[in-house]
C-alpha cells in the first residue's frame, strides 16, 4: 500500500487517470506526443488516447493558449504544457487579459475549464530564460487558481483537481520534482485546492513552504528534528484559492514564522503570508518573521555562481535557530564553487 | 462607389443568387442596425451610457452579409466594433442597449459593456476589446467542432490593424494545419483609431495576399455592398461546410464614425459608399423593395428600439453583491 | 514661481525636456504622433522634433517592444508609451525575458535604456481589460526599474530621470493623474528614482501610498488634519529601488500604519511594504496593518459595480481612525449605484 | 544531394563568382568550427561543461557563407543554436569555450552559457534561446542604424520553428513598413526538437512564400551549399547596403546532431549532405586546395582548440560579488 513513484511518474498519472476518466480532456504542448515525453511525464498517452486527445503545436503559445481557451468555452477541458515557464510569458495576454476575466465578464454565462502546466528550470546551466519562478505573478490575478504541488502525492492529486476544476488554473512544476521520489496511491484521488498541508508538526517555529522549497524544507525540519527542535511545516499546496486558517493557529501557537519561496524576494508570494498573519493574527508573532527565498537577480548561469544563488536547506535551518536564538553559520560557508550542486539527482547528466 | 470596382477585385458574388426574401431581409437588418446606432449616437450625449462605444455605421453590410449564411449552431466571435455583429446575427437588442447602460438586464449583466457582448442563444460566444485576441479563441471555437466531428462553421470579425499582430498569422497557421472550420473576416477600414493603413503596412503588402500565403483560399472584396459580401461568404462558408478548412476573407470598407464614441461622419463625402443608401436605391430601383414597405418597416424599428432604450434606462443596476458573485465558475461540470 | 499645470501637461514637458536635450531619445507608441496625441501627452512633439523622433507603430506590441530593445542596444533611449497597460501583456516576452536580464546575463557588455509609460485606465466603462494596475509583478523581476508617479511635479520629474536612467524602467500612469493639477516647476529637473517622498507630517500614523492612491491619500490626510489627526504621508514614486528608510522610521514613531495600493488585494506590493516593516523594525507596529487596495476581482465595467470597487478618501480616512480606536462606517455607505463616480474631473465626458 | 536542386529552387548563386582565397577561407571556417563543436561533443562527457549545448554540426555553411559578406560595423544575432554564427563572424574561440564551462574568462563570463553568446567586437551582439525574440531584437538594430543614417547591415539567424511565432510576422511587417536594412536567415532543418515541419504547418506552406508576400524579396535555397549560401546572401546583402530594405533567406539544412547535447547523428544518412564533406570534395576535385593544405590547417585548428579548452579548464569561476554585480547598469549614459 506505500508504493513509492517518482514525480514524474505521479504526473504521468494524473494526466492517464484524468483522460479516462474524462473524455473531454484534451493535452497539448510542445513535446507532450514526442519521444521526449516532457521528461517523460506525458509517457505512452498519445498511444493510449491517440492524436485527437494529445497533441503538438507549432511554437505559436500565444495564438495556441487562446485556441484552448476556445476550445474550451464549447466543451474541451484542455490541458496544456508549457516545458519552461518562460515560454508561457508570450501567451499572457490570452491567460491573463482573457482566460481569468471571462467568466466575470460574461457573468458565467460562461467559462474556462483549463489548466496550465508550467514547468521551471534550474540547474545544468538553466540561466536567466529557463528558471523564472513567477507564481505570485499569477496569484496576484483575480480568476486565476494557482497551484505549487510539492510531494508526488499531491504532484497527481493536485493535478487531478486542477483538471476538474471549471476554473483556469496555473499549475506549477518545478523540475526537481520529477525527480523526488514518495508514496503516490494508484487510480484516482484528488487533493482540494485551497488547503495546506501540515507535513510536520512542533511547536518551536512555523516554517511556511510551497513547491520544490517544501522538498528542502522538510530535510531541514528532519535536521532540526534531530537537534530536538520540533516545528510545524505547512506546505501550501496552492496559492490561490489559499485558506489561511491553519498557518494562523500556527503561528499563535509558536510566534516564530519563517517563509521559504522559490522566487525573487520582492514582491513574492512569502510576503503576502507574512502580512496576513500581521493582518489576521496581530500580536502572535513574538520575533520578526524570516523570509527565504531566490536573490532580487537573474539567474547566473555558471554553478560557479548558481551555487550561491539557491538558498539550501541550511538556510532553512538556520532561520528557525535564528528565531530561537542559536548562532548559526553562513550557510554558504561550505559551499564551493565547483561543487555539483546543479543537478536534482545523480541520475541527471544533462544536457537539459 | 464600390471599393472592389475601384480596386480591380474579383467579383464572385455576381455568380451567386440571391432571391428577393433575402434581399428584404439583408436590407432591413442593415437598416435596423444604422437606426439602432443612431440612435445611440444620440442618445450617448445624455451621459448615461458610459462606456466607450466603437459604433459599425458604415460597415454594416458585413456583418448582415455573412450572418445571412449562418445556421443554428454557428459561432461568432468579434472585437471592440461588434455591434453589427452582434445583431446581424441575431443577438437580442434589448439585452444589447442594457449592456450599454450598465444594466443587470445586460447581455452581461453589465459586468461587460459594450466591448463585451455575447448571446450565446445567437451562437455570439464573445467580443472582447484587446485586438487580435478573438482571432485565436475563435480559432479554438473551430478546434473543438472540428474535434467533435460537428459540421458547424465559426466566423470571427476584426479590423485591419488586427493583422498586425503576431496571433494573427499563428492562428492563419494552425487552422491550417489542421484544416479547421472557420471564416477569419477582416474588415479593412485602413484604420486604427487615427492611423491610416499607409502609415502601419508598406504600401505594396496586401492582407489577402499574406493569408494566401498561408496557402489558405482567400479573397478580398468590397465590403460595402451587401449581396457581394453574402455571395463571397457564401462562397467560403460552403467550401468551409464541405470540409475545406479555413478561410479568409477581406472587406473593404468605410467607417462612418469617429472611432470611438457618438459622432457621426458625413456619408457624402466624396467617393465614400453609405451601405444603406447603396443598397435601398439598388433594391428600390430593382423593384425588390417598395418604398411603402421602407416606411413600415422605419416604424417597427422605431418602436422596437424605443422600448429597448426605456427598458434600459428603468432597468435597475445589477445589485452590489453581483461584485464579487463570479470571479470563479462554481458550476459542475 | 508656484506655476500650476494638469498632470497631462507635465508628462508632455518631461518629454519635451528629454527629447530636447538628449538626440538619442525617442518616442514611439500607438496614437504618440497623432490627433490623439495619447490623452494630450505628446502634445505637439511630432511637430517639433520630427518623425525620426517621434513614431507611429503597428499592432505589433510584442516586436515592437523587441525592436525598440534591440534600438536601445545600439544608441537610442526609447520611450514606448502603452495606451493601457493590457496592450503592453502582449510584450512581456521582450520586456520581462529580456530586456530585464540582458544586462545580467551578458554582464554589463549591453545595457537597455528604455522607458515604458503604461497607462492604466479607470472609470467610464474602461472594464476588466482596461483598468489592471500590475506595477507588483514588475516590482517582482531583478531589473527593472518601476515608478509609480504621484503628483504632476513627480509626473515630470520621475519621468525625466526615467528616460535618463541606463535601465529598462515601467513607468506606470494612472490615467486620471492626467486631470490632476499642480506646482510644476519650467524646464529640466529630476526627482530621483528610490527615493519616497514624505508629503504630510504627523505622528498618528503613517500612510504609505503610491500612484493615484497618493493623490486620495493626501485629500484623505487633508480631512483627517481637519479633525485633529495628523499622520505621516509617505508616497513610494517608485517601487524598485526603494529606500525604505523613511518608511521604517515613520512607523516607529507612529506605531501605526495604512498602506493604499491601487492593485488586487491579494499580492499586491502593500505586502511588502508590510513585510519590511516586519522584518527590519519588529515590534515598532502597534496595531495591526491595513492594507487599503482594490478587491481580489476583475473590475466591473458598470458604474452600478465599479461605484463599490474602487477605495474611496473615506477608506483611508476610516483605516487611519480605526487604528485609533475611533468607530467609523462603512464607507460605501452613502455611495449610490447611479452616482456618477466614473469620471476623474468634470471635464471628462467621455468616451474612453 | 542538394536540397536546392531536390526542390528545383532557384541558385542565384551560380551567377555569382567566388574567388579562391575566399573559396578557401570559407572551407577552412567551416572545418574550424566542425572541429571545435566536435571537440565540445567530446569533451562534454566530462560533466564539466553544465549547460545545455545546441551544436551546429551539419549547419556550418551558412553562416561562414553569410558571414563572408559582411564588414565590420555589421550586426549579428541569433537563437539557441548560435555557435556556427559566433564562430563564423569572428566570435572569439578562448571566450567561447571558457563560457561554456561557465568561467570568468567567458564572453559573458560565465552568467550567460551556451546560448547567450556575445561578441560585440566582432559584431556578434547576442544570442538568447527564447525562439523568435532576438528576430524583432535584430530588427531594432537595423531600425537605429537607419535612424543614425549608417550603412550597416544587421543578419540575424533563427530556425523554422522561429516562423511559427508572431513576432516573426510583426517584424517583417515594420521592417518592411520602413525599409529598415536587415536580411532574416531562416535555417530550415525541419525539425523543431522532435516535431517535423510537416507536423506544425500545412504541407502546401512554404515559408519563403509567406515571407515574399510581405513583399519582402526572399530567396529559399540550399543551405549545405556554402557557395550557394554565399552568393544569394551576396545578392541579397548587396541589395540591403543599396537601401532595397529588408530582405529574407531560407536555407534548407539538415542538423547531423541530437536537438540538444552532444550526441553527433552519423553523416552518412542517405540523402544528407554533409557541407563540410561536399565543400572539402569539391575544392580538392578543382584544384583549389590540396589536402596538405588541409592537413596543415587540421594541426593548427587542434592547436588552437586545445589550448581553448586548457585555459578555459584553468580559469577561474566568475567570484561570488559578480552575484549581484550587474542587475541594474552603473555606467554613465
Ligand atoms: C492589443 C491592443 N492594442 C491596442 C489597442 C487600442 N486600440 C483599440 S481599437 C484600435 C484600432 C483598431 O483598428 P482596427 O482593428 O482596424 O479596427 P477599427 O477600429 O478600424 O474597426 C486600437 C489601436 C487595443 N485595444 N488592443
Ligand atoms: C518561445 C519558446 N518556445 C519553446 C522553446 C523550446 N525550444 C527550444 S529549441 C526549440 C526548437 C527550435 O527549433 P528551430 O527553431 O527550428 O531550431 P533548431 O533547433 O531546429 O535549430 C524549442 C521548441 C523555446 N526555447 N522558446
Ligand atoms: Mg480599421
Ligand atoms: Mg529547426
Not at chain 1, 474556462?112 to 530564460?129: D, F
Not at chain 1, 511556511?208 to 520540533?230: D, F, H, P, R
Request: neutral net charge; aromatic residues 8%; hydrophobic residues 35%.
Amino acid at each position: 500500500m506505500n508504493r513509492k513513484i517518482l514525480g514524474r511518474e505521479a504526473v504521468q498519472e494524473a494526466l492517464d487517470v484524468s483522460l479516462q476518466r474524462d473524455k473531454d480532456v484534451i493535452l497539448i504542448g510542445q513535446g507532450v506526443p514526442d519521444a521526449t515525453q516532457t521528461y517523460g511525464t506525458t509517457a505512452g498517452l498519445v498511444d493510449k488516447y491517440g492524436t485527437d486527445r494529445v497533441y503538438e503545436m507549432p511554437l505559436s503559445e500565444s495564438a495556441m493558449a487562446g485556441v484552448m481557451l476556445g476550445a474550451s468555452l464549447v466543451g474541451a477541458r484542455p490541458v496544456m504544457t508549457f516545458a519552461r515557464l518562460e515560454f508561457f510569458l508570450l501567451a499572457i495576454d490570452p491567460i491573463i487579459n482573457q482566460a481569468a476575466k471571462w467568466c466575470y465578464m460574461f457573468n458565467a454565462q460562461t467559462h474556462v475549464p483549463m489548466t496550465l502546466r508550467l514547468i521551471i528550470g534550474r540547474g545544468w546551466g538553466q540561466g536567466a530564460q529557463h528558471s523564472q519562478s513567477l507564481h505570485s505573478w499569477f496569484a496576484h490575478i483575480p480568476g486565476l487558481k494557482v497551484v505549487l504541488p510539492a510531494t508526488p502525492y499531491d504532484l497527481k492529486g493536485l493535478l487531478i483537481a486542477s483538471i476538474e476544476d471549471p476554473n483556469p488554473v496555473i499549475f506549477i512544476e518545478h523540475r526537481w520534482l520529477h525527480y523526488n521520489h514518495g508514496h503516490v496511491p494508484e487510480g484516482y484521488y484528488k487533493t482540494p485546492l485551497g488547503i495546506p498541508n501540515l507535513i510536520r508538526k512542533g511547536d518551536k517555529a512555523t516554517v511556511v513552504s510551497s513547491g520544490y522549497m517544501t522538498i528542502e524544507s522538510i530535510k531541514a525540519v528532519n535536521n532540526l528534528n534531530k537537534q530536538g527542535i520540533e516545528v510545524d511545516l505547512i506546505d501550501l499546496r496552492t496559492l490561490s484559492p489559499l485558506d489561511d486558517t491553519i498557518i494562523l493557529e500556527s503561528v499563535k501557537k509558536t510566534g516564530n514564522l519563517v517563509v521559504c519561496d522559490h522566487a525573487s524576494l520582492t514582491g513574492g508570494f512569502s510576503s503576502e503570508i507574512i502580512t496576513r498573519v500581521c493582518e489576521k493574527s496581530f500580536g502572535s508573532l513574538k520575533n520578526s518573521p524570516i523570509r527565504i527565498s531566490l536573490p532580487d537577480s537573474p539567474t547566473p548561469t555558471t554553478r560557479g555562481l548558481a551555487n550561491y544563488f539557491y538558498p539550501t536547506v541550511k538556510h532553512i535551518e538556520n532561520a528557525v535557530k535564528s528565531l530561537l536564538g542559536i548562532k548559526t553559520e553562513d550557510p554558504f560557508k561550505d559551499i564551493k564553487p565547483t561543487d555539483k550542486l546543479d543537478i536534482p539527482d545523480q541520475s541527471f547528466k544533462g544536457p537539459f | 462607389m464600390s471599393f472592389m470596382k475601384d480596386k480591380g477585385l474579383a467579383d464572385l458574388s455576381l455568380k451567386k443568387e440571391v432571391n428577393s426574401p433575402l434581399q428584404k431581409k439583408m436590407f432591413f437588418d442593415i437598416l435596423r442596425i444604422r437606426r439602432i446606432e443612431e440612435e445611440i449616437s444620440r442618445q450617448y450625449s445624455d451621459q448615461e451610457m458610459r462606456c466607450p462605444v466603437h459604433l459599425s455605421i458604415g460597415q454594416e453590410a458585413i456583418g448582415v452579409g455573412v450572418s445571412a449564411n449562418l445556421k443554428p449552431g454557428d459561432y461568432v466571435m468579434s472585437g471592440h466594433r461588434s455591434h453589427a455583429h452582434y445583431l446581424a446575427c441575431g443577438g437580442n437588442l434589448d439585452k444589447f442597449i442594457a449592456e450599454l447602460y450598465g444594466k443587470e438586464t445586460g447581455c452581461t449583466n453589465g459586468l461587460g459593456g459594450s466591448m463585451h457582448l455575447i448571446d450565446k442563444s445567437a451562437g455570439f460566444l464573445g467580443s472582447v476589446p484587446i485586438i487580435g485576441s478573438t482571432i485565436s479563441i475563435a480559432t479554438g471555437l473551430a478546434f473543438e467542432t472540428k474535434r467533435r466531428k460537428k459540421s458547424n462553421v465559426t466566423v470571427v470579425y476584426f479590423g485591419d490593424s488586427a493583422t498586425e499582430e503576431g496571433v494573427f498569422y499563428e492562428s492563419l497557421n494552425f487552422a491550417k494545419s489542421l484544416n479547421l472550420p472557420i471564416l477569419y473576416v477582416c474588415e479593412n477600414n485602413e484604420m486604427s483609431v487615427e492611423t491610416p493603413f499607409s502609415k502601419r503596412r508598406h504600401q505594396q503588402q496586401k492582407i489577402v495576399d499574406i493569408a494566401n500565403s498561408f496557402n489558405i483560399e482567400s479573397l478580398c472584396s468590397d465590403g460595402q455592398i451587401c449581396e457581394g459580401v453574402y455571395g463571397n461568404a457564401k462562397y467560403l462558408i460552403e467550401g468551409i461546410r464541405c470540409g475545406e478548412g479555413p478561410k479568409f476573407i477581406e472587406l473593404m470598407t468605410t467607417k462612418l464614425v469617429e472611432h470611438c464614441g457618438p459622432k457621426i461622419i458625413g456619408m457624402e463625402s466624396e467617393g465614400v459608399c453609405d451601405p444603406l443608401t447603396y443598397y435601398k436605391e439598388k433594391l428600390l430601383n430593382d423593384k425588390i423593395i417598395i418604398q411603402k414597405d421602407i416606411d413600415v418597416y422605419e416604424m417597427d424599428i422605431q418602436e422596437e428600439i424605443k422600448k429597448a432604450f426605456d427598458k434600459a434606462k428603468k432597468a435597475k443596476f445589477p445589485s452590489r453583491d453581483k461584485l464579487k458573485a463570479n470571479i470563479f465558475y462554481k458550476g459542475e461540470k
